[in-house]
């Protein structure tokens, strides 16, 4: 397996369609391919490569991710858009492996989010995890401020202070997603 790094204009557009196509979302299926990289212009894209370079896993890296705690703006990079063409058989925990290695090396602040139905693969491959906590992460819907629809924080890579402050989420402490 090959392990690569990518930005959007360098995605070719098969692979953009095989990433759309795992992410299983209604709204971006027959995205055309610049709109994509248009979209996603602040992430870049971790991908475990079979010796084809046809992608088994992807993950994606948000580097435009801002939380307001307490009156302060945080900026952190956020995982999401995990997703392998074949589960159960080791190609997203070794690309989880691979990009939390990258992402420590480069000393990125990195969260994500899990429902509470996948955890026990980030706790097998290791993840430290902010159980129930995502629901103090507020974000806007129409006018309105909601809670987020995950239920836990992955702590990817986090600062001691930074770590703290995901810890001391509450209803009188929440963050609020900034867009």
Not at 11 to 31: D, F, K, R, S
Not at 93 to 113: A, K
Request: with cysteine; aromatic share 10%; proline share 3%.
């Amino acid at each position: 397996m090959i392990y690569s790094i990518k930005k959007p204009e360098e995605l070719t557009a098969q692979e953009i369609e095989t990433i759309i196509a795992l992410w299983e979302n209604e709204e971006w299926m027959g995205m055309e391919v610049n709109d994509f990289k248009i979209l996603f212009k602040d992430s870049e894209f971790h991908l475990l490569l079979d010796l084809d370079e046809k992608i088994a896993s992807v993950l994606r890296l948000n580097f435009d991710f801002n939380l307001k705690i307490s009156d302060h703006v945080y900026s952190f990079a956020e995982l999401g858009g995990f997703a392998s063409v074949q589960k159960g058989k080791g190609n997203g925990s070794q690309l989880l492996q691979h990009s939390m290695n990258t992402i420590v090396t480069r000393d990125l602040q990195t969260i994500g989010f899990c429902l509470s139905d996948v955890r026990p693969f980030y706790e097998k491959c290791n993840v430290p995890i902010l159980y129930d906590k995502a629901k103090y992460i507020q974000e806007k819907d129409g006018g309105d401020w909601v809670p987020s629809e995950d239920d836990d924080i992955l702590i990817i890579h986090l600062s001691e202070e930074n770590n703290n402050l995901f810890q001391q989420l509450d209803l009188q402490q929440p963050a609020y997603l900034i867009q």
